[in-house]
């Protein structure tokens, strides 16, 4: 299949665009993939450097408080029997001492609470833990509890003699040691640090922690949690979307978090996208600007060259039939003379009919005008009068259905004067009008418009016809160029380029299927007018 011409210039135009914009978008596409992955995983690192130092810290510290607490259960106060005024005086004391404790609480065996500093129940809040310390003989930390002094951590320390473990000795501390811990690392701006005990209830919190304390983790960090840490996307209690680092701190089995809402985190690509998608912008139009510019230039040259053929081919033709004009007037010169002769001689009607034949020899004549053979005579003509008058001069030349209006640059007190050779210039716009008539079979309107622009003037000759088609509008100028058979000889318009190139002009023709126009185009002589001056 064979594209039209256009279809095909078009699609070269459109593979242009497209072969300097692909490598471009891929190579934007790979950069910005490969560097938003890198500040991505940036960030991911990051999250899991601050979480892991974190983890590190409440380790230390929790292991700190048990640590106390084993040195608290230690003192011989706690030697069984106890004697429950003595351990009252001695838990007055280390309350004074430790601010971060609450309270102060011991279990016998059977965990039964035997003494407290504050008013609690017989029974632990979290058994589980005492238990485990009862068992175990190992100080423990038990779950986040709220008890009659606000939420606090219970650390059940084992108090051991001869081996065996006699009591439970059970401070309760205040979350406010965790909290500094969290100051402590300088989360950024906007990055939200949570402590979760091993039930996965919020001990800390940078951010609302009076809201949120003892309550239960969003279930994308409880999943992370009982995975046993790492990077995972979820929602803050408040709602926001974010990505976390959940790590766990090794001796408890608790966990902190450091979660970054996802707004942050996509910052950077938003930023990237926003960058790519301007940059893309701006290249697809300077690209297709370019481009554009470029089809424009290529279509300006084939249109140079053709006009440029188009010169040399009527240059060549001007020239061969120039000479040929000349050879055969020079015949008709000889046939005359002779004639000439012979009818000194002779008389005889056939005499009067080579006379009569070599002396219309107008086709020798039209062939001089197309080749500029012709001695030209260049006067001054004033356009508007000359037409007017010539229009006239010649009323059976135009059929009664076709109407001749004149639209004409009023410039009295000065003419519209011309240089032109005037026998050449009637025969002109004769050969445009009758090309309009024959193109008006059945009737219509020639407009003979002049107009005047700086030092040029122009003659356009328009008509109500058929129109010149497209496939041949180059090459209505050439000599014996007809489509009117044997009613045309083709050398019409070749005479009236011959003369416009005399008189230093150009022409131009407009053509569609409702008319064609004609202009020439003259250089304009600075001439005073008087009308009807000699
Ligand atoms: N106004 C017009 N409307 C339609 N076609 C035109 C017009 N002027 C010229 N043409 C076309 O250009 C061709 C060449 O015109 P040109 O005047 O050179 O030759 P011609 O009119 O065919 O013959 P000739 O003028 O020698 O009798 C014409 O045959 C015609 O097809
Ligand atoms: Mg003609």
Redesign the pocket.
Known sequence: MVLPLWKWVNSIYALLIIAALLPMAIFAGVTLYVSLHKEQQVFKNELSAKARIFASLVNTELKEQIKIAAVFAAVPVFDPPVNIEDVAARADRVLKHQPLYLSVSLFDERMTRIYSSSPHPENPITPESVQEALLSGKAVIGAITRGPDGWGIPIRAPVIRNSKVVYVLSPVIGTEALNDVLMDIKIPAGWIGTVIDRDGSIVARNRAIHEWIGQSVSPAALEAFNRGGGIFYGQTKEGFDTIGALEIAPDFGWAVIIGLPLSIYNQPLDETRNFVVASAIITVILTTTFIILLAKEIKSRHAQAAALEQKFRLEFLGELTGRAAHDFNNLLTVIMGNVGKLEKATTSPRLDAIRGAAERGELANDLLSFSRGSAAELIDVELNEHLQRLVSSFPERFPTNITISFDLEKVNPLGLFLKVDPVQFDLAVL??M???C??MSSGGRIDVITRKKQEWITLTIR?T????PKE?LPR????F????GA??????????YGFVKQADGTISVE?NET??A?TMRFPAVEKSYRKNAA
């Open positions: 050969n445009i009758i090309n309009s024959d193109a008509d016809g058929t129109g010149i041949i209505i100028f050439d000599p160029f007809t489509t009117k009613n045309g000889t083709g050398f019409g318009l070749s005479q009236v053509s008319g064609t004609m």
